[in-house]
């Protein structure tokens, strides 16, 4: 399952350490040090995982949680050199899903991360198909529709707007798309990218030239939005 991580840490070798890891596992993943301009991050960019360091400069980690947790549900794996149960069940308390404290085994990290990401999909695919606007995707059925009518996708195609789907209106460039599709397609190019792009057009747009679900933005990628509510 390839995910889109927010890594909060401000020591470079331990936040390279963990990045590789993650990208071992084919997981997209952007590294803040910061805890406010995490908070900002998160809020625009609404990635499946939030692992997050309690001591961070700007906004501690524990900070961060309390305010995402009144506006978010994202998924927060805490990091922290704290080891007593007090700090374990503030982080709890706070809304964090699952706690490590440091030193920690980077192989057990990918694992927790592992169980959090399943849980997640797995909330996802119960929680039925995922709506913007007109157009449908249901992961656990593996089903397209447009205003109801079903629509044949490829598994590339569907994936693509699975992950779209699942961030309605957020800007994907083309690399993040194909971080979340390696490995899912061994094929998969950049250029790929915008050829599942131009096929995905003409099954769920009205208008494949002028198109009003999956838009370009110029210079960066494609966004999924909801598009004409009432098209045929």
């Keep these: 399952m390839c995910a889109d991580i927010v890594l909060a840490e401000d020591d470079p070798k331990q936040a390279e350490l963990v990045r590789r890891y993650l990208e071992r596992e084919r997981h997209s993943v952007v590294v803040v040090p910061d805890g406010r301009e ?58 964090a899903d699952d706690y490590m404290t440091k030193p920690y085994s980077p192989r057990e990290l990918m694992a927790r991360v592992r169980t959090l990401l399943r849980r997640t999909h797995a909330a996802e695919r119960d929680a039925g198909p995922m709506r913007v606007g007109a157009l449908s995707v249901d992961v656990g059925r593996h089903e397209v529709s447009v205003n109801e009518k079903p629509v044949d996708t490829t598994p590339g195609e569907f994936r693509l707007l699975e992950v779209m789907a699942a961030h309605p209106d957020q800007v994907f460039t083309r690399g993040q798309l194909l971080e ?31 198109p009003a679900r999956l838009v370009t933005v110029y210079g960066v990628g494609y966004k999924l939005t909801a598009g004409p509510a009432d098209a045929p």
Excluded: W
């Design 38 to 95: 995490t908070l900002e991050l998160v809020r625009r960019r609404r990635p499946d995982l939030l692992v997050l360091d309690v001591m961070l400069p700007g906004l501690d980690g524990l900070e961060v949680c309390r305010i995402l947790r009144a506006e978010s549900d994202v998924p927060v794996l805490m990091l922290t050199a704290r080891s007593t149960e007090d700090d374990l069940l503030r982080g709890l308390d706070l809304g």
């Design 180 to 210: 979340h599709l390696h490995g899912f397609d061994r094929y998969i190019t950049q250029r790929a990218i915008d050829v599942h792009v131009m096929n995905l057009r003409k099954k769920i747009e009205v208008a494949p030239r002028k």
